[in-house]
């Protein structure tokens, strides 16, 4: 079974750009998070999407988005950059939302 | 606002003995707790979950303690192997919510 997949892997940004990123899930799960992690915050929550639905949401200004497709497939988009936005995203994928979730691999932005 | 915390940053510990990992909360409207692991350059990785009615739970070399009135949880690792040296980190969710608060993370290094 195919595990949790992030696309791109690395990207490199200035600041005032936007970008988007890419969360495929776990086949048959419906679920898709989305985290920030930077160095000593852990790992904070952005968002959650189950049928293409947001159900949660953290602590993130407006310029943060994301989006779920009818296939599960998540995307986060990103606008007007920041240097502060630099960090490893996580997405992560469970059946329900209330159940383990599996991570994928992360995107590391880098905003220079 | 932390509302879960890993006071200890670090922990090192010999080979073959217990690893024993701790995990604060403030949110008495948490019931559903999970640690995970991450390696560099990877996603954390599921490692076992435990709801608030119970109070303990085992998968193999690890168990899970939950104390609901001390608003703690702890992960115990035997014994302890080096392949287990990563960060790990508690999560913990609320009733109703779909939306896990990380803490920040207590790396662990098992000494051969």
């Known amino acids: 079974k195919a595990g949790v997949t992030q696309t791109p892997r690395y990207l490199i940004k200035t600041r005032g750009q936007q970008v988007t990123l890419s969360c495929s899930p776990i086949?048959?799960?419906?679920?898709v998070s989305w985290y920030q992690q930077t160095p000593g915050q852990g790992l904070q929550f952005l968002f959650e999407?189950?049928?293409?639905?947001?159900?949660n949401k953290g602590n993130f200004p407006g310029r943060f988005s994301g989006r779920q497709f009818s296939n599960s497939r998540s995307e986060m988009n990103v606008s007007t950059l920041e240097l502060g936005d630099s960090a490893l995203y996580l997405c992560?994928?469970?059946?329900?939302?209330?159940?383990?979730?599996?991570f994928g691999p992360g995107t590391r932005l880098t905003v220079l | 606002d932390q509302q879960v915390k890993q006071n200890s940053p670090s922990l090192s510990v010999q080979e073959g003995r217990i690893s024993i990992l701790n995990c604060d909360y403030t949110?008495?409207?948490?019931?559903?707790f999970l640690w995970y692991k991450k390696y560099p350059a990877e996603g954390p990785t599921f490692l076992i979950s435990?709801?608030?009615?119970?109070d303990k739970n085992e998968d193999g070399r690890f168990t899970v303690f939950l104390n609901k009135s001390a608003k703690h949880l702890s992960l115990h690792i035997v014994p302890s192997q080096p392949g287990d040296s990563a960060v790990y980190f508690c999560?913990?969710?609320?009733?109703?919510?779909?939306?896990?608060?990380f803490g920040t993370g207590t790396r662990l290094k098992v000494l051969a």
């Open positions: 949110n008495s409207m948490f019931d559903y």
């Open positions: 999560a913990a969710s609320g009733s109703g919510t779909y939306k896990y608060i």
């Open positions: 435990i709801s608030s009615i119970k």
């Open positions: 999407y189950f049928s293409e639905t947001q159900r």
């Open positions: 992560a994928s469970s059946r329900s939302g209330r159940d383990e979730q599996f």
């Open positions: 086949s048959g799960h419906r679920s």
